[in-house]
């Protein structure tokens, strides 16, 4: 593939993973660690560049993206996941949440005060645009790889150059509590999970193979190769952006957060009117607002695509309009019940992501039988469906806490990796998972 088409669907990537929350989490973690920053960076890089990098490249190796892969390890489990997957970062979560988190950071600073009516008006503009551009999927790659990822970058630009400038000669924050107790490689891996990127990626592995083919590439491996330099373009990009940001939370000078306010849309809040006064919050409305426009249509555009792939005889245009109109009504309960409602789906499904994701990985290098990644998701599952309840308040699972890791939320993993090692073992060599070359 050419250089410059590589180009173009790194920055297409980047655009659909970097919405508002990407924005806001690495400002809030350089805020809390203190002169612990540069390992609570590493940390959050870890899993919310690192995994999604590793998501994007285990999706490549079909040229279906992980609805083929799945069904390689059992359909009935490739149908019931990736309907969860897909409904959650569709209209059940992360679509509505674009909408939400953009009105409250680019609208509600300009109003003063929250309104539902507003909200609603606001809602239906946003959605009318992102449905516009998800009508399209064949010019997805021009559409945001060429127009909305420039002005996004060039916003942001703006805002870090100026903090940058403002804020050079200013020390670290002070650490919080936590890091205290936790180390902060630690605290910020688990911070990572919130971009729920690695579950976007699965997604987005659709719209990637999608824009491959559109390039005329067919061969397994080119296209393997070309997903790989694309994602490679946005994680770096990604990366450069997380840890300026984080540096900005750090530095800003901020010595108190309101107790009902996000530390890091309030952080950049103040730091964009003390940087270009009103115009500040504007261009930090510009930037969210772009953000949360180009993941909403990317979204949208790998939800419909799935389902339309899933079942034939839906079409990808009405599955489109039923996905945008559903995720606008969702979007008008507000962030908070969003957050209640996606929070213990995403506490069950992102372990088994990561678990599927290693697993094919580890599978695609050394071959081995289907068995071992079948009970390495059957115990990851288990697991963390239990801690769910564990953890809601459930007395007779209290004996998780037990399990090596509870504390940091990765009680998963050690029973997992020890299935994965046993299905190996015992696993019949005639029963392999094949992988397309």
Not at 5 to 20: E, K, T, V, Y
Not at 154 to 162: A, K, M, S, Y
Not at 245 to 267: F, K, M
């Amino acid at each position: 593939m050419k250089n410059h088409d590589i180009l173009a669907m790194g920055f297409m990537l980047f655009a659909m993973f970097f919405g508002a929350g990407n924005l806001i989490f690495p400002v809030g973690l350089g805020y809390e660690a203190g002169n612990h920053y540069i390992n609570a960076m590493i940390g959050f890089m870890l899993t919310g560049i690192g995994l999604p990098l590793l998501t994007m490249i285990a999706g490549s190796f079909s040229n279906n993206g992980y609805p083929g892969l799945l069904d390689l390890v059992h359909p009935l489990f490739s149908t019931v996941f990736l309907i969860i997957v897909y409904v959650m970062i569709g209209p059940l979560s992360a679509i509505p949440r674009t909408a939400t988190t953009s009105y409250e950071m680019a609208i509600m600073p300009l109003n003063g005060e929250t309104s539902h009516w507003l909200l609603f008006i606001f809602s239906i503009i946003f959605f009318v645009v992102v449905l516009y551009l998800s009508l399209s999927p064949n010019n997805l790659a021009d559409a945001i790889g060429k127009y909305l990822t420039p002005a996004l970058l060039l916003t942001i630009g703006i805002l870090i150059i100026r903090s940058l400038i403002m804020y050079t000669s200013h020390g670290p924050s002070l650490a919080s509590e936590r890091f205290n107790t936790v180390p902060a490689l630690t605290s910020g891996f688990l911070d990572g999970y919130l971009t729920m990127d690695s579950m976007g990626a699965l997604a987005f592995t659709l719209v990637l193979s999608s824009t491959i083919k559109q390039f005329g590439i067919t061969d397994i491996r080119e296209a393997i190769a070309g997903s790989v330099r694309s994602s490679l373009v946005a994680s770096g990009l990604l990366g450069i952006i997380y840890f300026l940001l984080g540096w900005i939370g750090n530095r800003a000078g901020i010595t108190h957060i309101p107790a009902a306010q996000n530390p890091g849309a309030y952080i950049l809040v103040q730091t964009a009117e003390e940087g270009f006064g009103k115009i500040g919050v504007i261009i930090l409305g510009i930037i969210v607002l772009l953000a949360c426009i180009t993941t909403a249509t990317g979204l949208v555009s790998s939800v419909a695509s799935y389902f339309h792939q899933r079942f034939p005889e839906l079409s990808y245009r009405w599955l489109a309009i039923a996905i945008t109109i559903f995720s606008c009504a969702v979007a008008n309960l507000g962030l908070n019940e969003i957050l209640k409602i996606s929070t213990p789906f995403l506490a069950i499904v992102y372990p088994v992501t990561i678990t599927i994701v290693f697993a094919l990985l580890f599978i695609r290098w050394q071959s081995g039988p289907k068995l071992s990644i079948q009970l390495a998701i059957a115990t990851v599952t288990l697991i963390s469906v239990l801690s769910v309840l564990a953890r809601s308040g459930t007395p007779m699972l209290s004996w998780l806490a037990f399990l090596p890791l509870y504390s940091l939320q990765l009680e998963w993993v050690l029973p997992t990796v020890i299935a994965f090692v046993i299905g190996y073992v015992i696993g019949s060599p005639r029963e392999t998972i094949q992988f397309s070359d």
